[in-house]
């Protein structure tokens, strides 16, 4: 019973970070029916820009909760800022191009930031520092939790409700939704498209950014290329939640950690991977459109 409940803490730390990524592509899915496959490698840039920020401006003192506050904010920020110009650069000119076309460009911009990393900070792996958050550890009757693993929990909940409140109960939300069924309907009622589009790069982003910071923040260890790995977990999450459907990439993030927390708990971590595009299999031939299904709207 133990090592299930230590399984358990530890996949809902890694199903509510998967969850967090996964948002970013259900929500570019939703609107632009667009595979954002540098996602990925911006979350990865986010925990090298924490990384960087860390070393550069705070050092030893980053453990206030305010400087923490602080790096999270800015990495935010600018990996927000990255996303939308990514979206200007590389999706907004092939709007309307065949579908194709923006598939590779976003396999395209995946590279380019992958080696812009490696540009900049290096191919060897950077280890994040073990001081950012306190280093508290609970033990409740043989299960171990730590203040990160709380950390991670409580904030991804609070992101992921703020952003289902914001989706479903405001103007902009609403704009969000009617764009996502329609955009030419949604041109016809004076909704900046544009601006919706930008709205979900920036929120989106956003997202994915603290999932960095987490991803290194609890992992430690950063290489160039773990984009890639991060990104596709999240990418099947949101497949297996429903792709386009908000609380299904956040029900797919939270089941695939767990999914993956047991196969390495009890069968082998070599073989979690493999157990994990099992999954995806039987979902996708059970049911195509995931468990809470990809949302549509019947035209009449």
Excluded: C
Excluded at 140 to 169: D, E, P, R
Excluded at 261 to 285: D, H, K, R
């Amino acid at each position: 019973m133990d090592t299930f409940l230590q399984q358990l803490i530890n996949g809902l730390t890694i199903g509510s970070l998967y969850a967090l990524v996964a948002l970013g592509y259900t929500m570019v899915y939703g609107v632009m029916k667009l595979i954002n496959f540098a996602h990925g490698d911006l979350v990865a840039f986010s925990a090298y820009v924490g990384l960087t920020i860390f070393s550069q401006f705070f050092g030893a003192s980053a453990n206030s909760l305010i400087n923490v506050v602080i790096i999270f904010l800015f990495t935010a920020i600018i990996v927000a800022f990255v996303g939308v110009l990514l979206e200007r650069l590389a999706y907004r000119p092939l709007r309307t191009a065949p579908r194709l076309s923006a598939v590779v460009s976003a396999l395209g911009a995946s590279l380019v930031i992958q080696n812009a990393i490696m540009l900049i900070w290096g191919p060897n792996m950077k280890i994040f520092p073990s001081d950012l958050l306190p280093n508290t550890i609970w033990e409740i009757g043989g299960v171990i939790l730590t203040f990160t693993q709380v950390l991670i929990l409580i904030l991804s909940a609070v992101l992921m409700i703020a952003l289902y409140f914001f989706i479903n109960k405001t103007k902009i939300g609403t704009a969000i939704r009617a764009t996502a069924i329609d955009q030419d309907a949604a041109k016809l009622m004076g909704i900046n498209v544009n601006r919706i589009i930008t709205i979900i790069f920036i929120v989106g982003s956003a997202l994915g950014a603290v999932g960095g910071l987490f991803i290194g923040i609890y992992y430690r260890g950063l290489t160039f290329d773990m984009g890639w790995l991060y990104g596709l977990n999240a990418f099947i999450a949101a497949i297996i939640g429903g792709i386009g459907n908000i609380p299904g990439a956040m029900l797919g993030g939270l089941l695939l950690g767990l999914f993956n927390a047991m196969i390495s708990g009890y069968i082998s971590t070599e073989w979690a991977e493999t157990f994990t595009f099992m999954l995806l299999i039987i979902i996708l031939i059970v049911r195509p459109t995931g468990i809470l299904g990809e949302k549509t709207a019947e035209k009449v």
